[in-house]
Every structure is written in structure tokens, then in C-alpha cells.
């Protein structure tokens, strides 16, 4: 039997507010050795930024990070898993979006951070290289949604 994602996810992750700036996300990303934060507003999941969006539409785009806010730059309502759910389900879900992080919610509430990191060390080594490859290749990416809404259960 597969492990939950409760069992392998960072509990309670730092996040900040559409209000904070691409600079402060820097920071916390600096400090906690991560490479995405999660947007909250009072605990409740409205989107994510990554090292890789503040790069490109902060940095790239000659944008002051001072002055530019996390919500001008997060990607609006991310895709989640929740605690319960298998590690092989959130494993699939990642291969199949591309995405390396997935913010865990419990009913309305940000409750974890699911790396591949993570998964990489509980998943066997063939597995986990597969989802390394499978994230890892060009091309589009599809619809961008929460995996609720794409049908991805």
C-alpha cells in the first residue's frame, strides 16, 4: 500500500499574502531553500510563486521586485493534493502537469508542501527517475487548473 502524501509533505509551509512583494518571496525562498512559496489569504490557497516565475516575469521583464506583488506574479489557483491522498496519485498528477511542487489543502487550508525532492527518496529508483524525466520535458504544458476541475481525481 502506497504512502499518503500527509506522511511525506513539509508541514506547515511559509507563505505570503498577494500584498507581499516578488522581493520578499526571494527571501523566504533564500532562507528556506525553496523554490516556490504558496499565495494565502488567511490560510486558504489563491496561488503559488516559483523561483522560476520570479526569473521570468519579474527579473527578465526589467520589473523592480520591490514593487511588483506576489499576486502580479503567482500562478492563480495552483494544483493541489490533499493529505489523504496516495503518494502514486500525487506522483501521477506531477508527472502528467510537469510540476515539481504541489501546496497540500485540507478542506480550505494550506496545510503542507509536496516536493519531488520528497517523493524522490520514498519512490523506488526507477520510479522516481521516471518522474524526474516526465517533469522534466519540453513542451506544453496543459491546461492550468486545480487537478479537481481538469478531472484529475
Known amino acids: 500500500m502506497s504512502k499518503t502524501v500527509a506522511e511525506l509533505m513539509t508541514t506547515n509551509p511559509s507563505s505570503v499574502s498577494r500584498q507581499a512583494t516578488a522581493g520578499d518571496v526571494a527571501k523566504i525562498m533564500l532562507e528556506?531553500?525553496?523554490g516556490?512559496?504558496?499565495v494565502a489569504d488567511d490560510?486558504?490557497?489563491v496561488g503559488i510563486?516559483?523561483?522560476r516565475d520570479i526569473t521570468l516575469r519579474v527579473v527578465a521583464a526589467g520589473r523592480d521586485p520591490n514593487a511588483t506583488t506576489a499576486?502580479?506574479?503567482?500562478t492563480p489557483d495552483p494544483h493541489y493534493a490533499s493529505p489523504d491522498e496516495s503518494v502514486d496519485d500525487a506522483y501521477e498528477r506531477m508527472a502528467i502537469w510537469r510540476i515539481r511542487r504541489l501546496p497540500v489543502v485540507e478542506g480550505d487550508r494550506l496545510v503542507g508542501m509536496l516536493?519531488?525532492?520528497d517523493m524522490v527518496h520514498e519512490l523506488k529508483d526507477?520510479?522516481?527517475g521516471?518522474?524526474?524525466?516526465?517533469?522534466?520535458q519540453p513542451g506544453q504544458v496543459p491546461f492550468r487548473g486545480n487537478h479537481r476541475e481538469s478531472g484529475i481525481t
Open 32 to 34: 528556506e531553500d525553496v
Open 36 to 38: 516556490s512559496v504558496p
Open 43 to 45: 490560510g486558504y490557497l
Open 49 to 51: 510563486v516559483t523561483d
Open 71 to 74: 499576486e502580479e506574479i503567482a
Open 115 to 117: 516536493a519531488q525532492a
Open 126 to 128: 526507477k520510479k522516481a
Open 130 to 136: 521516471q518522474l524526474v524525466d516526465e517533469i522534466s
